[in-house]
């Protein structure tokens, strides 16, 4: 299957109820993510994180959903053709 370049945000509302089950998902999808880079945004209440990403769809796919199953938690992403 082909590999894709891509970019996953992620904004995190209730940052102290779900770091510990984010934070596994993430380490379990570690050799698809380049990158992170992570924000709290304390005026909100929120974290804003950022990941840069190199797998196939079914990879990518796997790790948004897992994510945005969490509540509190919405994600977007953009992938290359």
């Not at 209730?14 to 992570?38: A, T």
């Given at each position: 299957?082909?590999r894709?370049?891509?970019v996953?945000g992620?904004?995190?509302?209730?940052?102290?109820?779900?770091?510990?089950k984010?934070?596994k998902?993430l380490?379990?999808h570690?050799?698809?993510?380049?990158?992170?880079m992570?924000?709290?945004?304390r005026?909100r209440?929120?974290c804003?994180?950022?990941?840069?990403?190199?797998?196939?769809?079914?990879?990518i796919?796997?790790?948004?959903?897992k994510?945005?199953?969490?509540?509190?938690?919405k994600?977007k992403?953009a992938?290359t053709?």
């Amino acid at each position: 299957m082909e590999r894709r370049i891509g970019v996953i945000g992620i904004v995190v509302e209730n940052r102290k109820e779900v770091s510990d089950k984010l934070n596994k998902i993430l380490s379990e999808h570690g050799d698809i993510i380049v990158g992170r880079m992570g924000i709290p945004y304390r005026e909100r209440g929120l974290c804003v994180i950022a990941l840069i990403v190199d797998g196939t769809t079914d990879e990518i796919g796997a790790l948004t959903g897992k994510l945005g199953a969490l509540s509190g938690v919405k994600v977007k992403s953009a992938l290359t053709k």
